[in-house]
């Protein structure tokens, strides 16, 4: 089973990275890159690292692919719409569409029995990760926390020139 799921990630990862490259959309291409970081974050909880799927999902699928999103589309203007809906169709038909899904969605959560206690940490997981985040290297965690406030001082002051 677990090489179903690997192969369907994997499958899932290619086929957007190579719609990332293909559409010549860039909000299309940004919604692609999300999809691939989304995957990579499942990818990385097949090998039970909780930690850097949660990483991947935070810092590079929320906040630098909305970065991207918001560039695109300040630095690329659309043009107004107006007129008729041309997806009023495709939009009205994914009405059912979704509810099937979360039908079989629930389902298919419904029907697993969750067998065993609570599984032992595994060594370098969140947990690991943080008690030497916060012992061993505290001193550096918090010089980069100040830089970074001083990067943000400095791009809001820039920026305020510029106006």
Partial sequence: MSHVVFFALAALAV???AGLLLRRNPIHGA?????????IAALFLTMRAEFLAAVQVIVYAGAIAVLFVFAIMVLIP???????DALRGPRLLSIPVVVVLLALVS??????????GARPPVPGGADAV?????????????VTSVLLLAALVGVMALTRRRT
């Fill in 107 to 116: 389902a298919a959560v419904g029907s697993v029995t969750l067998a065993g």
């Fill in 31 to 39: 919604l692609f890159l999300v999809v691939n970081l989304g995957t």
């Fill in 78 to 84: 659309g043009k107004d719409e107006s007129g008729p």
């Fill in 15 to 17: 086929g957007s990275a």
């Fill in 130 to 142: 943080g008690r030497v985040l916060f012992t061993d290297y505290l001193f550096p965690f918090e």
